[in-house]
Each structure stands twice: as C-alpha cells, then as structure tokens.
C-alpha cells in the first residue's frame, strides 16, 4: 500500500503533502495526523473486516484492491441467505475471513433467529468453515424478540446456541 497524506489540516489548511510511503513509513512521520493513528493501528495489529452485504462483485473488488493481511472479510451468512441467495463467500474467500456473524432467517428478511429456526443449511456453512481453515471466533448475532419468549425458556434458548456450536465444530 502506498499513502499519500494531505494536509496538515482539512480545509484551507491542507492541500500539502505531509507525509507519503507505506503505512509502516507514515506511521513514523510526526507531523502526520494520519501517522499518529496509523503508528497505533499498526502497533495494535489492527484488522479491518468488510462484511458480504448485498454486492458480491463490490466485496470481491474491495479485497482485491485491498491485498494486504490486516483486510479481510467478516462472513454473515444471513446476508449471504436473503441478500445473495445462491452466492457461496466462504469457498472464493474464505481465506481472507476474519469473523462471523451467524445467525438464521427466512431467506426473505435478515431476522437473526436462532439457529435451525429458519432455513439457512448450517451443514454447507460448517464444511465451508472447516474447509476455509478459518480458526477464529464463531459470532452468534441474535435478535431475542416476543417470538423467543413465547416459545422457548430462557435455558432452552442457552441449550440450542450451545448445540449450534457443538454442530459447527463438528
């Protein structure tokens, strides 16, 4: 990557070059607003994840142009259910994947059921999952709504989300 730092402020106290190179370069400049934080993300080991929306073309160009190891993607697969149904992210770019959100839906609204309340095949997404050798954290966003309290008790609720994960490890 190769930055070019406008500044030092915006406005009528920018348009000049502050700082220019890699981020790892910038990130040593002092006079560099972009520096500064750039020198505590790249401390940090900062990741930056781009969540599967509704534009597959747009998600696959934005990592393309981004190649570097601190971007990746963060795997939703109810968006991937009722967003891009027949769209499969994690065998095209389950190597860039870096976290989860897991939940389940209808395929015609993003509900964040719980899992197996919908029709999300959660089999297909464990053998993506494994076999994108992604290692990291399993996210469960879940929306509780009236529809949960009527139906299942607030242990049940912890029995299926435990089952869930037990299913996907498997």
Sequence with gaps: ???????????????TVVAE???????????SYTGQYLKKWLKRAVRIAFENINSPEYLYDTLKYFNDPHVGFCYDCGHEACHTPGERYLPKIGNR???????DNDGKGDRHWLPFDGSIDFERISHDLNNSGYQGNLTLELYYNDKYK??????ENNIWIVYFLFCLVL
Aim: charged content about 25%; overall charge negative; aromatic content about 6%.
């Design 1 to 15: 990557d190769h930055i070019i730092d406008l500044g030092p402020e915006g406005g009528d106290g920018g348009g």
């Design 21 to 31: 190179g890699t981020p790892e370069e910038v990130a040593l400049i002092k006079g």
């Design 97 to 103: 994947l870096f976290c989860t959100h897991l939940h």
């Design 150 to 155: 009527k139906i299942y008790t607030e242990e």
